[in-house]
């Protein structure tokens, strides 16, 4: 079975941290789904971050799941504290809209 190749548009104006998300290159997609894995942006990127959601159920009105960053090679520390944060994760839903 084939993974599911594609690209992630964002709204005009957006600033997002994911540029390579956008990627139409066949060899190096945007975004990929493999099963129930779906990752935004480029696997192993170094200067970008990758966003990894499992999608967890899906119905007539969408699906839904958890997601984790994945930042490539940066840190986040906390300004006040200097400790190390841990990668950003929680859950989504992705809602289908009628035109």
Same mark, same amino acid.
């Given at each position: 079975?084939?993974?599911?190749?594609?690209?992630? @548009?964002? =709204?005009?104006?957006?600033?997002? +941290?994911?540029?390579?998300?956008?990627?139409?290159?066949?060899?190096? /997609? #945007?975004?990929?789904?493999?099963?129930?894995?779906?990752?935004?942006?480029?696997?192993?990127?170094?200067?970008?971050?990758? @966003?990894? =959601?499992?999608?967890?159920?899906? +119905?007539?009105?969408?699906?839904?799941?958890?997601?984790?960053?994945? /930042? #490539?090679?940066?840190?986040?520390?906390?300004?006040?504290?200097?400790?190390?944060?841990?990668?950003?994760?929680?859950?989504?839903?992705? =809602?289908?809209?009628?035109?």
């Amino acid at each position: 079975m084939r993974d599911l190749i594609g690209w992630l @548009e964002t =709204l005009e104006g957006d600033s997002t +941290g994911r540029p390579d998300a956008g990627s139409r290159d066949a060899k190096n /997609p #945007g975004v990929v789904l493999a099963g129930n894995h779906l990752r935004l942006g480029q696997s192993g990127a170094l200067d970008a971050q990758t @966003e990894h =959601l499992m999608i967890t159920a899906v +119905g007539p009105e969408g699906f839904w799941g958890w997601w984790k960053a994945e /930042p #490539g090679g940066e840190i986040s520390v906390d300004s006040g504290t200097q400790h190390v944060l841990p990668d950003p994760a929680g859950y989504f839903c992705a =809602l289908r809209v009628q035109p």
